[in-house]
């Protein structure tokens, strides 16, 4: 009994681990683990992004927690200034509902490696 409760709370903390989007914006491209746009109309979007205000509410593709110290991210973002030169496009919804993916041929990108 023990033992399976053990592997019970393990599963549990790793598979919030692993799903847990923290993100971090980074001042060089070359920090970056992904470069990303910020478009202006929904459709042109491959992520519909939702900003939570808390890293436990971060467990799902499209919702980001925006962490203070690049140590805490899981994945380092650059913004770009030209959509040609982002490897994802966002567009930032207003409700958490909204978040998630719109083209999934690019759901690769956010899959997180543990540090």
Known sequence: MGYRFFLLVMFVFL??????????KVKYESQADLKVYIVKYESQADLNVYFVKYESQAKKDGLWYSVDYESQADLKLYFVDY????????????YESQAG??????QHLLKFKNK
């Open 83 to 94: 959509e040609s030169q982002a490897d994802l496009k966002i567009f930032i919804v207003d």
């Open 15 to 24: 598979s919030s681990n692993l799903f847990s989007q923290k993100v971090f």
């Open 101 to 106: 993916w719109k083209n999934k041929s690019k």
